[in-house]
């Protein structure tokens, strides 16, 4: 069965970090673009950051530019996301897809910053 699988969130004080990562069963990630994606009670899902196929060419949202990387391995195998001076605003469950998103969702996993 193909999914994506995310693993990596918690708890976390404002101020603090994460690093979620993104495996696929039943298919690998060489083929596509991959993107972070999040979800916060009662809003949208957003792209919050994205990384070509090849070249490495990477995209962030503004609220997140400057605390967020995205990277892949050079396998192409996982696609990670640290993620540094956490705000409570970060609050969701977070999503791997590729960019646009093509694939089944995952089950996402909960980041949640408070003190």
């Known amino acids: 069965q193909e999914q994506l699988v995310e693993s990596g969130g918690g708890l976390v004080q404002p101020g603090g970090s994460l690093t979620l990562s993104c495996a696929a069963s039943?298919?690998?990630?060489?083929?596509?673009?991959m993107g972070w994606f999040r979800q916060a009670p009662g809003k949208e899902r957003e792209l919050v950051a994205a990384?070509?196929?090849?070249?490495?060419?990477?995209y962030y949202r503004d609220s997140v530019k400057g605390r967020f990387t995205i990277s892949r391995d050079n396998a192409k195998i996982t696609v990670s996301l640290q993620m540094n001076s956490l705000k409570p605003e970060d609050t969701a469950v977070y999503y791997c897809?590729?960019?646009?998103?093509?694939?089944?969702w995952g089950q996402g996993t909960q980041v949640t910053v408070s003190s």
């Open positions: 897809n590729s960019n646009p998103p093509r694939r089944a």
């Open positions: 990384i070509s196929l090849s070249l490495g060419v990477t």
């Open positions: 039943g298919f690998t990630l060489d083929y596509f673009a």
